[in-house]
Each structure stands twice: as C-alpha cells, then as structure tokens.
C-alpha cells in the first residue's frame, strides 16, 4: 500500500480510500450485507486505512454497516462522515441544510450509528445557499472543540466558498469528484493542494465505467445513480467518448496483464494534488483487485498517452 500525509497533519492516509455508497442499497442496487463486510475487512486488512461514508447513503444503513465494520479496529482506520444532508427532514423537501442545529444533530446520529465517539473527518456534503458559513464553521468548530470530530472537510465546494470557509476556522480535506472522464474539479484541487488542503477524490472510476464493464449501453434501472447522478457517461455523446478511453486503456491493460480498473485507479492516485481516491466495493475479488492497483505505478510515457486521450476527449488535464 502506498500512503500520503492529510494536508498539514501527521496523518498518513492510504492511496485509496474505501467508498461505502453503495452500501444499504441507494440506487445501487441490491447488497449482500455479509459479502459488503468481508470486502471492507479485506481492504483493511491489504492496508487501506480510511474509509468514507454518509448518512444520506442509505439513509444511515451505510454508517451502521461500517460501524459493524470498525468494531475491534477503530483506532486502526480514519473515519470518514457528512453533514449538511437533513436525512430527518421529508423526502421532497430541500434537505440541504448547514444550520447549527441540522449539523450538531447530524454529528450525534453518525456517531450513534457508527457506534464510536469521534470522526476522523466531518465534511460538509453540499454547499447551503440559505446559510452563512460563518454559521456553518461555527458549528464545525464547536465540534472540533468538543472531540466529536478532528478534522473538518468540504465536499463539492468551489474556490469562493472553500476560501470563504477558511476565512473561519482550518479547513483540512476537500472531497471533489475526479476521474479520467471528469475533469470539472481539477482547479479547485490544485488551488487547494497549494493551501495545503487536500483532496478525496469521488467518482474515481466513473461508477464503474472506466472497468471496462460496459461495452455497450447497459439498461439501467430507474433511479439508478449510473443513469442519474453519471447520467452523462451512460448515455450519447459521452457514452461513445468513453469506449475510445478504453481502447486506449486497453492497450496498456494487455501489456502489463492487469484489469482496467487500476489503470483508472494510478491515473488518479498518481496526481500530486490527490491525496486518495475514493473505491466502492462490495465483493472480496472486487477488494483485492483495487488494492493491487497500488503494487504497481504508471510510467510518465503511459501518463502521457491517457493524458492525451482524456484531453482529446473530455477536456484539459496537466
């Protein structure tokens, strides 16, 4: 395994990061509870040391299966959770919300449902628009003063909002969403690696995509989050831009006997400005595969050919 420092702390964290969306179902699909555990004691135990999670996953059923998890090792992983999500308010609703009062509440219901008396790191999951973030740090910071939490983080934040964050405590970790196929965070995670912030990136494989799984358009589900929240790759033009990708991949795939999926896996982890890249799993195979990826890096001429391919096709990288 390999491991970077968290921003200006001590804290080494592991290369990848074990993701647990997909954990209690929330649009997913269907889960084995017990094949989910094994997997997240296999990343563990091949030296992944953080894992991420979220209330709104499942509605607390993802946090309660990694409190299961954590049992007997605590001290042993960083703790990921969110805020900023009301999971109590009504569905229809807007539950975006960073009041003190839907913070304060949001931290006890994670560490009831992840049965442990800190968090690692508290992001706030989305940006509020109704609330000031001096309130919104406010609360963060009376959290982190009390012990229930040790870092502070933003997730899908911009560069005015993080730096009007930071005009009102430390803000350690950013969470942005970063992929070969989405490149719409990158400036945000350089200005903030150059803060001395840094960044957990989400969406590290495309949900699935950049596995090489789907060579033609799959059927999806309704409400599935591949056919929603990456809506944009399983569906014309991004879709068809996706398989040049993975031809490219392919080729590099074939000469080094190795799955795409840790091709997709080093190119992001590589990044000076990544600090660890977010994996779903939910099978032992799927655990140890992620995990080899770190056995082995890019060399700077492969680097070089899916840069040119990604600008080509999505956008500006390096």
Avoid at 41 to 66: C, F, H, K, R
Avoid at 292 to 317: H, P, Y
Wanted: aromatic residues 8%; hydrophobic residues 40%; negative net charge.
């Amino acid at each position: 395994m390999r491991f970077k420092k968290l921003g200006k702390t001590d804290v080494m964290v592991s290369e990848i990061t074990t993701g647990t969306w997909g954990l209690g179902g929330g649009g997913w699909g269907e889960f084995d509870k017990a094949a989910s555990l094994k997997a997240l004691n296999t990343m563990a135990d091949l030296g992944v040391n953080m894992i991420d999670t979220a209330p709104v996953y499942g509605d607390g059923v993802s946090e309660e299966i990694t409190g299961e998890f954590l049992k007997g090792k605590r001290e042993k992983i960083i703790v990921s959770t969110k805020c900023g999500i009301d999971i109590d308010a009504p569905r229809g609703e807007n539950r975006r919300k960073s009041t003190e009062e839907v913070i304060v509440r949001g931290c006890e219901g994670s560490l009831k449902r992840l049965d442990t008396d800190y968090i690692d790191v508290f992001f706030v999951h989305w940006p509020d628009p109704d609330t000031p973030l001096e309130i919104t740090m406010g609360a963060l910071n009376k959290l982190k003063e009390q012990g229930k939490i040790r870092y502070i983080g933003m997730s899908n934040f911009n560069v005015e909002l993080l730096t009007e964050c930071t005009k009102h405590g430390v803000v350690d970790v950013l969470q942005p969403p970063f992929s070969m196929v989405d490149q719409s965070a990158k400036d945000i995670m350089v200005w903030a690696h150059q803060q001395g912030i840094s960044s957990v990136t989400y969406g590290s494989i495309g949900a699935g995509i950049l596995s090489g799984q789907y060579r033609s358009l799959p059927e999806l589900r309704e409400r599935d989050v591949r056919g929603s929240f990456y809506g944009k790759l399983f569906k014309e033009p991004g879709f068809s831009k996706v398989q040049e990708l993975l031809s490219a991949m392919d080729k590099i795939a074939e000469a080094r006997k190795v799955p795409l999926t840790q091709i997709a896996i080093n190119w992001v982890c590589q990044k000076e400005y990544v600090l660890t890249a977010l994996i779903g799993v939910r099978t032992d195979a799927h655990a140890k595969e992620n995990c080899a990826a770190m056995d082995w890096s890019l060399t700077q001429d492969e680097i070089k050919i899916l840069d040119a391919e990604v600008e080509r096709l999505f956008g500006s990288v390096d």
